[in-house]
């Protein structure tokens, strides 16, 4: 298969492209970067920029699979300029390269896959949500979430499969978020947020990249929940990381007002509550690599 990817550069894109190749397939690249444009027999990079509305429509030649992973990182400052561009990179993205392939009629593409994010589920201490939950997010990252959806599904009109995955937070040993959560806790300064009773959902890279090699190569559609079956409390995700490493966890909790006054509203993403299953992949058989946080932080970090 030829697959094209939107953001292959990033976290998850360049790890399922080196899956992708090794199973066979050949990768094409969208990218807003002109000097990192590869061309191999395998790889092939594309200049886009959303923005400007501009794309290489030569990256769909072959192309049966898009996965649309671009999207401005969110873990930057949210000023207000900021979050216009969060939803620019992945909505205008999206529609352009919807407003493209209609104008490619003799393109072979069948299925749309677009990254998505567990930010749509509503902040709750008690829910945990499955696909099947309908309860939508009405802050700023959930609307933006839903959004980025609703433009995945324009490609239905289009005739081809759609599917959308709902990620949540990606460890991985390099680059992510698991970095940042770390380096205090090396140091010995590892400490409850709040309560530290707020859950999270999360994935290790390996999973969310063989769950999308999966969808790709099963042309499997609608929503999957990109996560490991274990969200954890943040004490408890804390608790984990400092004994994989042997170290002690001694400070006090850090109040949520001095993490609103460090990162401005972005302090959320240390806040929210949020226990999400991947049911539909379980019941479908897919089967994690690191289902439990003891066992991918063991993989990332020894
Ligand atoms: N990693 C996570 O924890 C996580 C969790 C939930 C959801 N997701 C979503 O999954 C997708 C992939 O995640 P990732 O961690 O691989 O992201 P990433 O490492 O930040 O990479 C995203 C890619 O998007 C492209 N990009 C960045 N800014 C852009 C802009 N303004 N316009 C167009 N393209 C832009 C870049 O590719 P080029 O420079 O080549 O253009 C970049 O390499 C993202 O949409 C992300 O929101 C990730």
């Not at 990079?45 to 192309?63: H, L, M, Q, R, S």
């Not at 409850?192 to 994935?203: A, E, L, N």
């Not at 609103?260 to 058989?285: C, S, T």
Request: aromatic share 10%; net charge neutral.
């Amino acid at each position: 298969m030829t697959i094209l990817i939107t953001g292959g550069t990033g976290l998850i894109g360049s790890e399922l492209t080196r899956v992708l190749q090794a199973n066979g397939h050949t990768v094409h690249w969208l990218s807003t970067r002109k000097s990192n444009l590869p061309q191999s027999s395998t790889l092939k990079g594309f200049y886009w920029n959303p923005a400007e509305g501009k794309i290489d429509t030569a990256c769909f030649e072959g192309v049966t699979t898009i996965v649309h992973l671009a999207g401005a990182s969110i873990a930057k400052r949210w000023t207000a300029a900021y979050k216009q561009e969060l939803l620019e990179s992945r909505v205008l993205s999206a529609n352009l390269l919807f407003s493209a392939l209609k104008k490619y009629p003799e393109h072979q593409v069948r299925h749309y896959i677009s990254a998505s994010g567990v930010a749509i589920y509503p902040d709750s201490p008690t829910e945990t949500y499955t696909e099947s939950s309908t309860a939508i997010d009405r802050g700023f990252l959930g609307t933006l979430v839903s959004r980025w959806e609703e433009s995945a599904h324009q490609f239905e009109a289009l005739g081809l499969l759609v599917a959308k995955v709902r990620t949540g937070v990606v460890y991985a040993k390099k680059g992510g978020a698991l970095e940042p959560i770390v380096k205090p806790i090396k140091w010995g300064l590892g400490s409850d947020f709040g309560s530290g009773k707020q859950r999270q959902s999360w994935i290790h890279l390996t999973d969310i990249v063989r769950l999308y090699t999966w969808i790709i190569e099963y042309a499997h559609t609608g929503v999957f929940n990109g996560v490991a079956p274990d969200a954890v409390t943040q004490h408890e995700q804390t608790r984990c990381i400092a004994k994989v490493l042997g170290k002690p966890v001694f400070l006090p909790a850090v109040p949520r007002f001095v993490m609103r006054m460090v990162l401005g509203e972005m302090h959320e993403l240390l806040f929210n509550d949020k226990a999400i299953q991947p049911e539909r992949a379980l019941q479908m058989g897919f089967a994690f690599d690191f289902p439990d946080l003891q066992s991918a932080m063991e993989d990332l970090l020894k």
